[in-house]
């Protein structure tokens, strides 16, 4: 989670981390689902992840992808609303 801009004293929290391996150089699917203050991460691997933080439960303007290293590639990239 990020740190609050508003808030100087705030800082980044980590909500999950995977156990799994990811191996540099392979292709992963991921599947990622947010339902309110709550935020779902699926791999092909078998690792899940589920994070639950009341200040998500907000409109969404935006997504990004925070990585470790020095690139990360994104292919077939699919969003969709459910009703």
């Known amino acids: 989670k990020d740190k609050d801009k508003n808030d100087p004293a705030s800082k980044i929290e980590l909500l999950g981390k995977a156990a799994g391996k990811f191996p540099a150089g392979q292709w992963h699917t991921l ?46 990239l699919m969003i969709w609303q459910g009703k």
Do not use: H, M
């Not at 339902?35 to 935006?62: M, R």
């Open 31 to 76: 599947l990622v689902e947010v339902q309110g203050s709550k935020v779902t991460v699926q791999a092909d691997n078998g690792e899940k992840i589920l994070a639950q933080v009341p200040a998500f439960d907000v409109e969404k303007t935006g997504y990004r992808f925070v990585t470790r290293g020095s690139s990360l590639l994104i292919d077939d």
